[in-house]
């Protein structure tokens, strides 16, 4: 499955065709329901040039990105245009419930939700970071949803397109809230991460090999930790107000005041170990961290 070549979908009508269904009431938003839908396209990759945002419940042979979406509770997933979402070929859960909404791109054109919307980290979420939602959560997020399908079922008008962008942009502001609480909720599961991190930076300012090749990328935290690099930002936000190039650089700083204070290395030798190309860099990442230039920090110790 992993190879096979993803179907692209670059429009609401494009997705009702293949999908069997009605000509869309809105060519750029629809919202589709999923009970009872079957999927006998033999497709089993798409991209979507369309955000994607969907509420689902017995969902166990879908893929986002290369994360298995094996939750049996309900819960919310976002997909931004581009992103990669796989399937069995043989269909979709019989058992599938819920309901995706589609927007094209060229909805939000000349609003402020056009870019705003990049903010809403949980685009770049994995699926196995998806949203789970309580029942009044989802009582909330679902009403809104029928709000919108209500407004684009309606005769279109010009105030249709104002009244659906404040409608969705409602709903993206409710899901960051509950995301927010889902951050707190899930605390254990977070420390644990934040525990993993701390290991894999010490773990990779003490291997010199390692170090040789650069500092660490926050995709390369991410990727250790088997998580999304917008999802270890969003949860490093919540939990320690710092982001993970943040904490990169604390780890950073920690370990060049150790070779400073207890060693004889050069600045520039103490540079280029901490993987620094120049260390002017260093110099300056130094001295906006601490207030203090290498050297200046070294002189305290004589």
Not at 78 to 89: K, N, S, T, V, W
Not at 240 to 264: C, P, R, S
Request: glycine residues 6%.
């Amino acid at each position: 499955m992993e190879n096979s070549k993803p179907y692209r979908i670059s429009s609401v009508t494009e997705l009702h065709r293949l999908m069997g269904l009605p000509k869309p009431h809105h060519p750029l938003v629809s919202i589709i329901d999923l009970e009872g839908m079957k999927n006998d396209t033999g497709i089993e990759a798409v991209i979507f040039d369309l955000y994607v945002v969907s509420m689902k419940r017995g969902c166990d042979n879908l893929y986002y990105g290369q994360q298995k979406y094996d939750f049996d509770e309900g819960l919310m997933a976002f997909i931004a245009p581009g992103q990669i979402l796989r399937g069995e070929a043989n269909g979709v859960p019989p058992d599938l419930k819920g309901w995706m909404l589609f927007v094209h791109p060229d909805f939000l054109w000349n609003t402020a939700l056009a870019g705003k919307i990049k903010r809403y980290e949980y685009f770049g979420y994995s699926i196995n970071e998806a949203l789970f939602l309580s029942e009044k959560e989802e009582g909330i997020i679902n009403d809104i949803v029928k709000s919108i399908k209500n407004e684009y079922h309606s005769n279109i008008d010009k105030f249709s397109q104002d009244i659906i962008v404040s409608s969705f942009e409602t709903l993206l502001s409710y899901a960051e809230r509950f995301y927010q609480r889902q951050f707190i909720t899930r605390k254990i599961t977070n420390h644990r991460i934040l525990e993993r991190l701390e290991a894999v930076l010490a773990a990779y300012f003490d291997d010199e090999e390692l170090l040789s090749k650069g500092l660490p990328s926050v995709q390369y935290m991410a990727d250790a930790l088997n998580i999304s690099s917008k999802y270890l930002s969003s949860m490093l936000k919540q939990h320690v107000g710092q982001t993970t190039q943040q904490l990169i650089h604390e780890k950073l700083i920690e370990k060049a005041k150790e070779k400073l204070a207890t060693t004889e290395l050069s600045v520039s030798e103490i540079a280029y170990q901490l993987g620094f190309e120049h260390p002017q860099s260093f110099n300056k990442l130094f001295k906006s961290k601490t207030s203090q230039s290498p050297l200046d920090f070294r002189q305290a110790f004589k």
